[in-house]
T-cell receptor, first 118, second 115 residues
């Protein structure tokens, strides 16, 4: 069965510093996708970054990068140069993506609350 | 503008009074789903739909019903709401196949309180 684990309920980071949010996953499917979402206090879910299990390079989107270590089954989110607006809940998620088939369900971790200190 | 809309955004109701939360997307997406979010539990999938007239249970389907008569709409029905269904509900959609489907578009959320 699929499982996503985020072991950090809360994190603090100083403004302008980098921070890593941990995510480990478990799946028996060789083809899958990994996602990070941001949820600010206003409540909406904002897609940040995606990594496919067969992608050779780590995904990057602006200040966000995904440190994908397939053998360790980890997909940590790295936020560089933290800003006050980065304070939010962050969710790691995964879904199975069989090649040539339709996507599976998106399974979420319990989230990490990031607080950026000025 | 590509979007997923949900209505109502906020709802307070009483135990046993049937309610429907609507969800609509304007992106011609095949895949739609409903999640509930509770503190400390993250998002858990209630139901999903691969296409019109195709629905299936997620991880926490008890007490909920859905229908997919049209591609754009995916309403969530609570026939007899109970206080343990007090939660924040999200509808989401995506194109369903291929790498371009990786982004799920989420609605703004519906905060439901059942007293």
């Amino acid at each position: 069965a699929q499982k996503i684990t985020q072991t950090q309920p809360g994190m603090f980071v100083q403004e302008k510093e980098a921070v890593t949010l941990d995510c480990t996953y478990d799946t028996s499917d060789p083809s899958y996708g990994l996602f990070w979402y941001k949820q600010p206090s206003s409540g909406e879910m904002i897609f940040l970054i995606y990594q496919g299990s067969y992608d050779q390079q780590n995904a990057t989107e602006g200040r966000y990068s995904l440190n994908f270590q397939k053998a360790r089954k980890s997909a940590n989110l790295v936020i560089s140069a933290s800003q006050l607006g980065d304070s939010a809940m962050y969710f790691c998620a995964m879904r199975e993506e069989p090649r040539g088939g339709s996507q599976g369900n998106l399974i979420f971790g319990k989230g990490t609350k990031l607080s950026v200190k000025p | 503008e590509a979007q997923v809309t949900q209505n109502p955004r906020y709802l307070i109701t009483v135990t046993g009074k049937k309610l429907t939360v609507t969800c609509s997307q304007n992106m011609n997406h095949e895949y739609m789903s409903w999640y509930r979010q509770d503190p400390g539990l993250g998002l858990r999938q209630i139901y999903y739909s691969m296409n019109v007239e195709v629905t299936d249970k997620g991880d926490v389907p008890e007490g909920y019903k859905v229908s997919r008569k049209e591609k754009r709409n995916f309403p969530l029905i609570l026939e007899s709401p109970s206080p343990n269904q007090t939660s924040l509900y999200f509808c989401a959609s995506s194109s369903g196949q291929g790498k371009s489907s990786y982004e799920q578009y989420f609605g703004p959320g519906t905060r439901l309180t059942v007293t």
